[in-house]
């Protein structure tokens, strides 16, 4: 009898028939539990996570397949009381995520979008346009050193980029310098990144001292969780030029976007894509499928981060 699975963010379709074949899968509808069936496994997204109401719903509950690897949304504790097993999908979506961080610095900095319209228009030779910043020998802190931090100071130095970070720990990396104080990290920088992971612990880290001392010229990019930054305190200083720009694929009450923020031509907006290409999506998809595999057959998890 094959187990029950409940399907809370949509996959990819070859994806989700790869579940279909291997589980009896409940696809999720807000606010319903299929309370009546057994429940072993959930599938979900990064973003969504579990519910608490959700898991307290299914007592036979064993393993959350995350495809991500935000793990701010699921309750760690609870689920680490109830020895219920979290996998992620890390180590695919690095690349893509760093990527995007660098496509969002040279959209933001060279005002690619405003070239974009103004050509689109019809209005070039007839208007002109201001001139952008340079990329190339910018300052740039990153927040957060783990693997996507470090590919975006991988990229960032191929631009020949002044790179500094701040993180939980000094990790003694080769030409980057470690800044044990995030204020001061703002103040250095043209640009600032924030790669650092979700969760209460990161609440507001990128609050209204550090957007104001990146100052009225710096870039704030947020390719990491809309609740690392002060949303309220990023509007108003983009609002009263005490910013000078900011680039960012998530927010705080995704998918709701301070309407604010969609008014300023000097803000670059993404609806948290940043692992959005065929290729990452199929490689997360097949780790959540692997790691559901090797629950059910008593392997060691692919990708833990509790087993």
Known sequence: MKPHLLLIE????????????AYTVHRWQRDTLPVDAPIRAIATGGGTGVPRAVMDALPALEVIAINGIGTDAVDLVECARRQIAVTVTRDVLTDDVADLAM?????????????DRLVRDGLWGKEGLPLARKVSGAKLGIVGMGQVGQAIARRAQAFSM????????????????FVNDLVALAAQSDILVVAASGGAQSRNLINREVIEALGPSGLLVNVAR???VDEQAL???LQEKRLGRAALDVFVDEPNVPEALKTMSNVVL??????????TRQAMGKLVIDNLAAHFAGRPLVTPVIT
């Open 10 to 21: 949509p996959m990819m379709p070859e994806i989700e028939a790869a579940l279909d074949s």
């Open 103 to 115: 496509a969002l610095m040279l959209a933001s900095l060279r005002d690619l979008l405003p070239g």
């Open 162 to 177: 002044q790179v500094s970070y701040f993180s939980r720990r000094n990790l003694d990396l080769p030409s980057t310098p």
């Open 226 to 228: 809309g609740t690392v």
């Open 235 to 237: 509007v108003v200083a």
């Open 270 to 279: 993404q609806p948290h894509r940043a692992s959005a290409t065929l290729e």
